[in-house]
């Protein structure tokens, strides 16, 4: 299972969103390709405690274990899954420039991340409520392959 406690997920998520293009078009969605990554680096910062975000009522099937597991680790990713509007409130186009800018914020994320270490309080997820650090590397590894893939890289 990927997961962002692994060096070479990590490396290979940074590779990814090197070869990303500032013209490139979603296979689905609205993203531009700047704001998909701004995304991606504010759901890092919501899952280090860096960006608040407030929870959301959802059904409570997803705060149950079971489900909530499966949910985060087996089922693929919905496209057009509601998504908390914190986690979407840094408008960008498809400037070259914003996604250079972009790039760098996602690799400092992303290295804060992982400097913070598995261990420890992690803040509760929006959705799913309290998750330990191994469930949140899993779920931001999969939640960035998930956009990558939306835009084919």
Do not use: N
């Given at each position: 299972?990927?997961?962002?406690?692994?060096?070479?997920?990590?490396?290979?998520?940074?590779?990814?969103?090197?070869?990303?293009?500032?013209?490139?078009?979603?296979?689905?969605?609205?993203?531009?390709?700047?704001?998909?990554?701004?995304?991606?680096?504010?759901?890092?910062?919501?899952?280090?405690?860096?960006?608040?975000?407030?929870?959301?009522?959802?059904?409570?099937?997803?705060?149950?274990?079971?489900?909530?597991?499966?949910?985060?680790?087996?089922?693929?990713?919905?496209?057009?899954?509601?998504?908390?509007?914190?986690?979407?409130?840094?408008?960008?186009?498809?400037?070259?420039?914003?996604?250079?800018?972009?790039?760098?914020?996602?690799?400092?994320?992303?290295?804060?991340?992982?400097?913070?270490?598995?261990?420890?309080?992690?803040?509760?997820?929006?959705?799913?409520?309290?998750?330990?650090?191994?469930?949140?590397g899993v779920l931001q590894a999969r939640h960035a392959d998930?956009?990558?893939?939306?835009?084919?890289v």
């Amino acid at each position: 299972m990927p997961t962002l406690w692994d060096p070479e997920t990590r490396a290979a998520l940074v590779r990814r969103v090197a070869a990303l293009s500032p013209a490139a078009t979603p296979r689905w969605g609205t993203f531009t390709a700047p704001r998909m990554l701004a995304h991606l680096t504010d759901a890092l910062r919501m899952a280090t405690g860096e960006l608040p975000v407030a929870r959301r009522p959802v059904p409570w099937v997803l705060y149950t274990p079971p489900f909530k597991q499966l949910i985060i680790h087996v089922l693929p990713f919905p496209r057009g899954a509601p998504t908390a509007p914190e986690l979407l409130a840094r408008p960008l186009g498809s400037d070259p420039v914003e996604l250079d800018g972009e790039r760098a914020a996602f690799a400092g994320a992303l290295d804060r991340f992982a400097a913070r270490g598995c261990a420890g309080v992690w803040p509760d997820h929006p959705a799913f409520g309290p998750l330990r650090g191994s469930t949140w590397g899993v779920l931001q590894a999969r939640h960035a392959d998930h956009h990558l893939r939306q835009f084919g890289v």
